[in-house]
């Protein structure tokens, strides 16, 4: 297929690379990229690289500059290649997602949300798993090229319910680790061996996804940033991010999400006044381990 590709930082360039190694044509274009990796050829602009092809992915940082984007590049799409599909494979909130997709379907464009998990690591080995949002007939189109970036594909229904499911899911792996950091220490206090507490939570009602494979604990279960000294993984800020998002969403809904509210906060004063910027979201566990719970401690 042709292919363009919009931000390729940290988790796009790996991603476009992958297509362009299994045989696709990718043109690229990122604002900050000067030099795009071997095998992608570079536009000027996005609405160059957007321009004539069957699938265009963004991968941006955030809402704003997707809708930025999308206003330039669905044009392009629309004039050159009416019934290209527009895929946003960034994290955003859910409105904007809607908001990108209506107003590429109102130009004859077909579109998905589809927010990726998996990080660098899964980026690079084509591993992602993608929540997709969207029309059926759009996601058949695109799921071999998801196929190639990635090990599972799931559409979760109209669009939307990509970054729905996005930040469901960590709403609960925020509010886990956090937890399963407190935990720690409150073992530690009591004078429980860290790896006995691994032992027993791991085949216990207590075990989870972020314990089998992302201790926060150093030197316990699996092999983890925790044991390269917090080093990312996935990063506090990423995760504060995306927590952001589950309480924006909860907020436009009348959800109520307590423990999604206090995930967050404790996020928000880990990177923001704490030391937790750049660091693995394993890393909160620090911060545990300094503070008591008494007034003076
Ligand atoms: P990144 O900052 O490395 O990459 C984003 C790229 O977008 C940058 O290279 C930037 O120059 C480019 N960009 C910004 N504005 C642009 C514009 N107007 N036109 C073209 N390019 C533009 O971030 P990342 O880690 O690659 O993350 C991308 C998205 O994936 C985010 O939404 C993030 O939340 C999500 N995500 C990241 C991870 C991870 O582990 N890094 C995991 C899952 C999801």
């Not at 297929?1 to 044509?25: D, E, R, Y």
Request: charge should be negative.
């Amino acid at each position: 297929m042709k292919i363009g590709f919009i931000g390729t930082g940290n988790m796009g360039a790996p991603m476009a690379a992958n297509l362009a190694a299994a045989g696709h044509t990718v043109t690229a274009f990122d604002v900050a990229v000067s030099s795009q990796p071997d095998g992608l050829k570079a536009a000027s602009s996005a609405a160059q690289a957007a321009s004539d092809q069957d699938v265009v992915f963004t991968m941006l940082p955030n809402g704003e500059i997707v809708r930025a984007v999308a206003a330039e590049i669905v044009p392009a799409m629309a004039s050159a290649s009416p019934g290209a599909v527009f895929v946003d494979c960034s994290t955003i909130d859910v409105q904007s997602a809607r908001a990108v997709a209506a107003l590429a379907v109102e130009n004859g464009l077909q579109a998905l949300d589809a927010p990726v998990s998996g990080g660098v690591l899964g980026s690079t080995a084509g591993t992602l798993t993608f929540m997709v949002g969207g029309e059926n007939e759009a996601f058949e189109k695109v799921k071999p090229l998801f196929d190639i970036m990635g090990q599972k594909a799931v559409l979760c229904g109209p669009t939307g319910n990509g970054q729905a499911a996005k930040i469901c899911n960590n709403m609960i792996s925020g509010a886990s680790i956090a937890v399963l950091s407190e935990a720690f220490v409150l073992a530690d206090k009591l004078g429980l061996d860290r790896s006995a507490m691994f032992n027993v939570v791991s085949t216990s009602s207590g075990s989870s996804w972020p314990l089998l494979n992302m201790c926060p604990a150093p030197g316990v279960g699996a092999p983890s940033p925790g044991d390269n000294n917090y080093k990312p993984g996935f990063s506090a800020d990423l995760m504060l991010k995306d927590l952001r998002l589950s309480q924006q969403a909860a907020q436009d809904v009348d959800a109520d999400t307590p423990m999604g509210k206090r995930a967050c906060e404790l996020y928000e004063e880990f990177v923001e006044r704490g030391d937790g910027s750049g660091m693995d979201v394993t890393a909160i566990i620090l911060a545990h381990e300094k503070r008591g719970r008494r007034a003076d401690s």
